[in-house]
T-cell receptor, first 109, second 115 residues
């Protein structure tokens, strides 16, 4: 069935380095959402992208939605230890919201 | 602090026990969800309630029985669970509208262990 694919599965960076996670769908999505789950925590909604080519920023986080609305990315500039966690993209598939497998980010100081 | 409250936070039960998980939200959301999350995996949708009616059941075994008594409450009744059902069970809610297009607000979850 249709999936929302996400890479990489894991990423380790030194504090201050940049980080990017990518999300892809085989079909056009009406919107894409991003969530962050800290270790031992629950998913927390970060942002929703709706428009083709949309770019949104939240401080050091930049979110993009592809022109074809089939892919998205989350870029973190100058990572901090507080950025540690798993970042999930999620897109509507059929009648439900389907999560990608997530990218787990670890940061060493 | 989350605006979706789940109880209990932890639950250990035997395979013959009956227990219930509870979820409550007071944000006026009319869609509520149950997800199951295994370690290092994404949340997997189990059930969706829209305006207190079950709208999606993702082929979940009958040993899981959801209930939505009113627009603020969501329960998940558990009976005769298997060890592989051990997981984090997350409740979520979303504003009125097409549920799959709305941001979801998650509770802290119930960490369930089946002995």
């Amino acid at each position: 069935g249709q999936q929302v694919m996400q890479i990489p599965q894991y990423q380790h960076v030194q504090e201050g380095e940049d980080f990017t996670t990518y999300c892809n769908s085989s079909t056009t999505l009406s919107n894409i959402q991003w969530y962050k789950q800290r270790p031992g925590g629950h998913p927390v909604f970060l942002i929703q992208l709706v428009k083709s080519g949309e770019v949104k920023k939240q401080k050091r986080l930049t979110f993009q939605f592809g022109e074809a609305k089939k892919n998205s990315s989350l870029h973190i500039t100058a990572t901090q230890t507080t950025d540690v966690g798993t970042y999930f993209c999620a897109g509507p598939v059929g009648t439900a919201l389907i999560f990608g497998k997530g990218t787990t980010l670890s940061v060493s100081s | 602090d989350t605006e979706v409250t789940q109880t209990p936070k932890h639950l250990v039960m035997g395979m013959t026990n009956k227990k219930s998980l509870k979820c409550e939200q007071h944000m006026g959301h009319r869609a509520m969800y149950w997800y199951k999350q295994k370690a290092k995996k994404p949340p997997e949708l189990m059930f969706v309630y829209s305006y207190e009616k079950l709208s999606i059941n993702e082929s979940v075994p009958s040993r899981f029985s959801p209930e939505c008594p009113n627009s603020s409450l969501l329960n998940l009744h558990l009976h005769a669970l298997q060890p592989e059902d051990s997981a984090l069970y997350l409740c979520a809610s979303s504003p009125p509208g097409t549920g799959r297009n709305q941001p979801q607000h998650f509770g802290d979850g119930t960490r369930l262990s089946i002995l």
